[in-house]
């Protein structure tokens, strides 16, 4: 599934939401894909993704764009751009 502008607004192919970095460097996307469903991340240049991340959603961006915080059963958690290994 194409990431478009009209699937995050619609919420109704796959894209649930997306959060962009405030370095405006990356975009963290909440979406159903054929990696499963979790946060995608891709490079707003388009040299990235989107790639699979993370199992979870609702990923929010800390202010260094270094690391995200995002939920996965009812509980909050955070990880590095760069890893797969989340933290609580």
Do not use: C, E, H
């Not at 109704?12 to 939401?17: A, I, L, P, Y």
């Not at 929010?60 to 955070?78: E, G, H, M, Q, T």
Request: proline content about 6%; hydrophobic content about 45%.
């Amino acid at each position: 599934m194409a990431l478009t502008i009209a699937n995050i607004q619609t919420r109704n192919r796959g894209v649930f939401d997306a959060a962009i970095s405030p370095d405006a460097r990356w975009i963290a996307v909440t979406a159903s894909g054929a990696a499963g469903t979790g946060v995608y991340l891709l490079a707003v240049d388009g040299s990235a993704g989107p790639k699979f991340w993370i199992a979870g959603g609702a990923p929010a961006w800390y202010p260094d764009s270094k690391r995200i915080v995002f939920s996965r059963n009812n509980d909050l958690w955070s990880v590095a751009v760069g890893s797969s290994t989340p933290t609580d």
